[in-house]
């Protein structure tokens, strides 16, 4: 069930007495959180107009910023989504999200002359993404080897102030109560846990006869890689795609046919073929994008 409801089904409206200022009253949101994303777009440009005439620290401008961050959470939630299948908690997620979001309404303008959701989704992916990367393991290991990982920890430390020295494979198998072959396994799966910097400096010449880093000895970044999050956000959308719309986008784009090849092919004008993949291609990007609540 959707739960972005239009202004007057949220009971939102604007108040006969509002927070003042010294252009008028702001509109008084009684649930932010309730305006439907359509809704909260043209709102944000109206609170973003006087957010950036109020004075940092008063009243009004904390009212303005505060109900901005209210309002624009389903953008927070929407991208979230797309991490939902990385394991961690959502919520965690969604609040790290908010700081991204924080941040965007913090440094948006209006002269920018950008849709705000445009501008925020990169400040708020951006944000969720490095929590992953400071939080995650350094490469995917199963849980029940980052479980067995930290009772390895455990083991190694007793042993150790035990014995006054590092401990044996077989001397931890014994304390674990595990196989030889399980503690091997955990300790390689340990390696997991944290990856070298492609920064880090290396003992030896570099490749000109500088310090050498670990990024010399690597092959070059693949830029196809950076389309994968793409293609994998993408898909949803082509999915919900008519029939006719997912030929055109695979006879242009797959099949490489021109316009007057496409319009041939479905008996209509290269010119009608035109306008359909530009309302394609605008619908497809309003969704990368972020646009929720548009038909």
């Not at 953008?75 to 299948?85: C, D, I, Q």
């Not at 956000?233 to 986008?249: F, K, N, S, T, V």
């Not at 073929?273 to 548009?294: D, F, H, Q, Y």
Request: aromatic fraction near 6%; charge should be negative; proline fraction near 3%.
């Amino acid at each position: 069930m959707n739960t972005a409801v239009s202004r007057s089904e949220a009971g939102v409206m604007t108040k006969a007495a509002g927070t003042m200022t010294d252009d008028g009253p702001l509109p008084g949101i009684e649930q932010p959180r309730a305006v439907a994303p359509r809704d909260a777009r043209e709102l944000s440009r109206q609170f973003f107009n006087r957010l950036s005439t109020l004075e940092e620290g008063t009243h009004e401008y904390q009212y303005a910023r505060n109900t901005l961050i209210e309002m624009n959470i389903s953008l927070v939630r929407f991208a979230a989504g797309r991490f939902r299948n990385r394991g961690d908690d959502m919520e965690d997620i969604v609040q790290t999200g908010m700081i991204g979001l924080i941040k965007a309404i913090d440094r948006f303008d209006l002269s920018r002359e950008v849709e705000f959701t445009s501008f925020a989704l990169p400040y708020i992916v951006g944000e969720i993404k490095r929590f992953f990367r400071d939080t995650t393991w350094a490469v995917h290991v199963p849980r029940r080897l980052q479980e067995l990982r930290v009772e390895l920890a455990k083991a190694r430390e007793e042993l150790a102030s035990r014995l006054d020295r590092e401990p044996s494979v077989a001397e931890l198998a014994t304390l674990m109560n595990i196989s030889h072959s399980e503690v091997v396994e955990a300790q390689i799966a340990a390696n997991g846990y944290n990856s070298s910097s492609l920064d880090a400096a290396l003992t030896g010449d570099g490749p000109e006869g500088g310090e050498a880093v670990l990024a010399d000895f690597i092959g070059v970044e693949e830029e196809g890689l950076r389309l994968v999050e793409d293609f994998h956000a993408l898909a949803p959308l082509m999915a919900e795609l008519g029939e006719r719309d997912r030929q055109i986008i695979h006879m242009r784009f797959v099949e490489e046919a021109t316009q007057a090849e496409i319009g041939e092919r479905l008996g209509c004008s290269q010119m009608h073929v035109s306008r359909l993949i530009k309302r394609i291609i605008a619908r497809l990007r309003e969704g990368m994008l972020g646009e929720l609540g548009c038909a």
